[in-house]
């Protein structure tokens, strides 16, 4: 190379001879071809360094080869040495069971030479090379999804915390020797506290989205990493060592802000990778480990135990206090964030993961315990995944006896129920057999329910061989008939020496034994091996058939006969299967399916028109359509599990089509059937084609949109509002409105009509269902949905229900995609009424309604009753580039406001509201509920299945 290189990569290597010919071929094929490569060889046992010489004389120009004279013990000194000795303007490092993406010097350099950046750094991609998928990650995409330039790294805390890489990143080669970078010299994570100085120092940084590095990850290597080997407390020690390091660096330049959100990442992230280890490791090491990190914890700062998950929390702190009676169960729900592995505690109306140990008099301790917003307190056995610990394990003969104690939260088993249990063990891999094994003896214990059984495995297990090597077990409890499923968590040493002969069905040449072993996870499962002569002699024969030749034929085959399977009941097969198949079925009349919200509920207008049809006596047969559980559907009703092939089969062969959202979007509807759109609520915010996003798509797109919803043969509309948002942005012709009002709002209209009559309120039986006082009214909060998941009230609800609880029941109901967690203070004053799918019972128990911009305003508003804008982010909401239909604020027939405080005001002065905006009452129903009479379930069946009455 007769000028300077423009960049030089260091490649380090440590007894992997085998790989490096791949990694250093990786830099020599990159597009830039002013590359040079610099092998440092760490003193390898192997041949690393003959095969490093033998590069060196083979490409004389581009790649120099060197050696340690002693081993270093880490990647630091090695990298080091090639600092010292590159020539290129820039520097990049290597490892050498790693390799360069192709344009990767390339666009590092365009960049560094654009920007003038002392870093470029490019995405880095993890290839999982011996899991069964072969698998990619990518390092952190999100700092990654285009060029950006920070200056200085404070600007991208994040990128600080989470990118501690330094392979994948180019160095001005000047910006390293003047800032005098080097690793720590025999310290694993050498990378965490070069990256940090490196970042420090660095006048500027640039990001590029392109692929620069494959990280490829070996998980059965025979010689561990260091990310692999961490059952060894030196592991732990140097990472802690550097973490201390990086410490002092931050609080020397006072970077607190840096500081903080790394203490958030090694909580999140380090120390949990340490954790999940811990109930595997001897006692030995947990003192240890325990030792270390109390010291380190005890300087991380408290706001950081806020922002991670409670698990990771309640987990460092008990480490921090030393409570391993409790740690060692959290570390349980640590891995399985559903589980629950602690009785939990309720005092002062809160949940805890303990009362024990004197932790709640400590203020963090009182914080980080406190779990009531994940809402264990409100799961009924049946969602509760419990933990079960094994508590003995013994072998004799064929049988194995088995005992372990189950959690019991909150009592959620009472002393009284009548308990009942079995042991299931499958096949790991599907579709192969089970078996079932009694469980002998259950005992409520308070905080736990025990448990003793004995299973004759080598009588009643009966597996294949070969292809079920591996068995999960699982148990089944009951109380009071209630169910809830847990595996057994158990450790090794518990398990050792407890071999059971078995008899293989298909040869017991394959296995003649299954012995226990913990699986990845931590819990108890079953394995089969082979001991005796002829076994052992048979499974190696085997193995060696398996990795063979016919081996690799099987597992083709297998591959082929999976994706067949998954090609069988892929989306685009299903398709086919409606179009090309059923479609061509002849339509069965008299036949209607129908579908509330994709399937989620049995609810609404399409419930309402059902319930209307059963009434009148009409002949037809009914299909519902449900997703995830069938439980709460009509039973005298086919029910079809949406996008089944009986669905898609339904679907084809009716003559109507009833829902109020969207059947979907991709099956064309048939020229003998008829599709009643009842739609689910007036618009506030603005919708279909008058939405932004869908004026900007292509035409193709917009064509699309407007066939799906030009399959509507019939939309009902409940006032002309409707007429000129709703069915104008869907583009909906004249003729297709049923101007008939919401089959779903009878009731309102009836009740109201009703309690005009007789000049008095009828609770009815859902009063009493929710446990709501005669002498409490109620108030019914149901705000719109935003984004999915847990939705958190705007307002304190223990101070609401403190000031208000004497007077008012408040009904909480969340958007059926949203869920809210309730503290068990509040119990009896307010209620979560969120899994009511039928609102209108709600609504006809509500004295007022507290809404923000949710379509339910609109239903409310039949009732003449008071009614509260909670719009506290109305900005937002109305000008997010979406907008409204009209001005809330000047529409509302209620008091609209912002605050808490407005609200609280608000609920004092009801009675006062009520008679003040009775005329914004009667002129709000005017304008969005004038088709609204009552009638409207009748009218639709009428009009539409008057010949139906009769055959």
Not at 747 to 755: C, D, G
Request: glycine residues 6%; hydrophobic residues 40%.
């Amino acid at each position: 190379m007769n000028r300077q290189p423009d960049i030089s990569v260091v490649v380090i290597v440590h007894n992997d001879a085998a790989r490096l010919l791949t990694a250093v071929q990786s830099v020599l094929d990159q597009t830039l071809r002013g590359v040079e490569v610099v092998i440092v060889d760490d003193c390898s046992t192997d041949p690393s360094y003959a095969a490093a010489q033998r590069l060196a004389a083979a490409h004389p120009a581009r790649i120099r080869a060197f050696r340690l004279s002693e081993n270093s013990g880490a990647g630091g000194e090695p990298r080091n040495h090639g600092i010292r000795h590159a020539s290129g303007r820039y520097v990049m490092f290597l490892d050498s069971d790693d390799v360069l993406e192709r344009n990767a010097c390339r666009n590092l350099l365009e960049a560094a030479e654009t920007t003038g950046s002392d870093i470029v750094s490019g995405l880095c991609v993890r290839r999982h090379l011996d899991s069964r998928h072969r698998g990619t990650t990518k390092w952190y995409p999100w700092l990654y999804e285009s060029t950006r330039t920070v200056d200085p790294v404070s600007e991208l805390p994040d990128l600080f915390v989470w990118d501690t890489l330094s392979t994948n990143k180019c160095y001005r080669r000047g910006f390293l020797i003047d800032s005098q970078l080097r690793f720590p010299k025999g310290m694993f994570y050498e990378d965490l506290q070069f990256i940090a100085e490196a970042y420090l120092a660095a006048r500027r940084i640039t990001l590029i989205p392109n692929q620069v590095y494959f990280w490829n990850v070996r998980q059965k290597a025979e010689s561990k990493s260091v990310t692999n080997s961490r059952h060894e407390i030196t592991n732990y020690t140097h990472r802690l060592e550097i973490h201390r390091r990086i410490d002092a660096l931050l609080a020397d330049r006072g970077l607190d802000d840096l500081r903080r959100a790394k203490d958030r990442k090694f909580l999140k992230h380090d120390l949990v990778l340490h954790l999940r280890d811990l109930p595997l490791r001897d006692d030995a090491y947990r003192r240890e480990f325990a030792a270390l990190s109390q010291e380190y914890l005890a300087g991380i700062d408290p706001t950081a135990y806020e922002a991670v998950h409670a698990s990771v929390a309640i987990c460092a702190y008990l480490l921090r206090q030393g409570d391993w009676e409790r740690l060692i169960p959290a570390v349980d729900t640590l891995m399985h964030r559903d589980k629950i592995s602690s009785p939990l505690a309720q005092r002062d109306g809160r949940v805890y993961w303990t009362d024990a140990g004197g932790h709640l008099d400590d203020p963090l301790g009182r914080r980080v315990l406190d779990v009531t917003a994940l809402g264990y307190h409100h799961r009924p056995l049946e969602r509760m995944s419990l933990r079960n610990e094994l508590t003995g394990f013994a072998a004799a003969g064929t049988t194995v006896s088995l005992s372990g104690r189950i959690t019991n939260p909150l009592g959620s088993i009472p002393p009284g129920a009548a308990l009942r249990g079995e042991l299931v063990l499958s096949a790991r891999r599907k579709s192969l057999q089970s078996f079932t094994f009694p469980v002998r003896s259950l005992r409520h214990d308070g905080s736990t329910v025990s448990w003793e059984t004995e299973a004759d495995l080598g009588r009643r297990l009966r597996p294949l061989g070969i292809v079920d090597t591996v068995w999960d077990i699982r148990m089944r409890l009951e109380a009071d008939g209630a169910r809830t499923v847990s595996r057994i968590t158990a450790a090794d040493t518990a398990l050792t020496g407890n071999e059971v002969p078995v008899r293989p069905r298909l040869t017991r040449l394959t296995a003649d034994r299954v012995e226990p072993h913990v699986s990845a996870k931590g819990h108890l499962a079953f394995r089969l091996i082979s001991q005796g002569p002829a076994a052992t002699s048979a499974s190696g024969l085997i193995e060696r058939g398996v990795h063979g030749a016919p081996g690799a034929l099987g597992k083709a085959a297998y591959r082929k006969a999976r994706a067949l399977r998954r090609k069988l009941t892929s989306t685009d097969t299903k398709l086919r299967a409606y179009h090309e198949v059923f479609s061509r079925l002849p339509v069965r009349g008299r036949t209607v399916v129908f579908e509330s919200h994709l399937g989620k509920q049995y609810s609404d207008s399409p419930r309402a028109l059902y319930e209307e049809m059963r009434r009148q006596g009409l002949d037809f047969e009914a299909i519902w359509s449900y997703q995830g559980s069938p439980q709460g559907f009509p039973e005298d009703a086919t029910l079809v599990r949406r996008w089944s092939l009986p669905y898609l089969k339904a679907l084809a062969r009716a003559e109507f089509w009833v829902d109020n959202q969207s059947f979907p979007l991709k099956l064309t509807k048939r020229a003998g059937t008829t599709y009643l759109q009842t739609w689910h609520g007036s618009a506030l915010k603005r919708m279909g084609f008058d939405l932004p996003e869908l004026k900007a798509m292509t035409r193709d797109r917009q064509r699309e949109q407007h066939d799906a919803l030009r399959r509507f043969d019939h939309f009902v509309v409940r006032t002309e509002h409707d007429v000129g948002t709703l069915a104008k942005a869907l583009r909906l012709d004249e003729q297709r409105l049923l101007r008939t009002g919401y089959p779903r709002n009878d009731s309102l209209v009836r009740a109201r009509e009703r309690e005009r009559a007789v000049g008095r309120r009828e609770r009815g039986p859902l009063a009493r269902e929710l446990g709501v006082p005669q002498d409490k009214a109620v108030l019914l909060y149901a705000p719109t949905f935003r984004t999915p998941g847990r939705f958190e009230l705007p307002f304190d609800v223990e101070r609401f229900a403190e000031q208000f609880g004497d007077r008012y029941v408040l009904l909480v109901r969340a958007h059926y995609l949203n869920h809210v967690v309730l503290p068990p203070s509040v119990t009896g004053r307010v209620i979560d009424v969120s899994t009511h799918h039928d609102a209108a019972p709600l609504l006809e128990l509500a004295d007022a309604l507290i809404t923000d911009y949710s379509s339910v305003m609109f239903d409310f508003a039949l009732l003449d009753r008071p009614m509260l804008f909670f719009t506290y982010d109305y900005d937002t909401y109305a000008h997010d580039g979406r907008g409204t239909y009209f001005d809330l604020a000047s529409r509302a027939p209620g008091p609209v406001f912002a605050t808490e405080e407005e609200f609280h005001a608000a609920v004092k002065a009801l009675d006062s509201q009520a008679l003040a905006y009775a005329p914004a009452r009667e002129r709000f129903v005017a304008r969005f509920g004038e088709y609204d009479r009552g009638d409207a379930a009748r009218r639709i069946v009428d009009q539409l299945f008057a010949d139906w009455k009769h055959r």
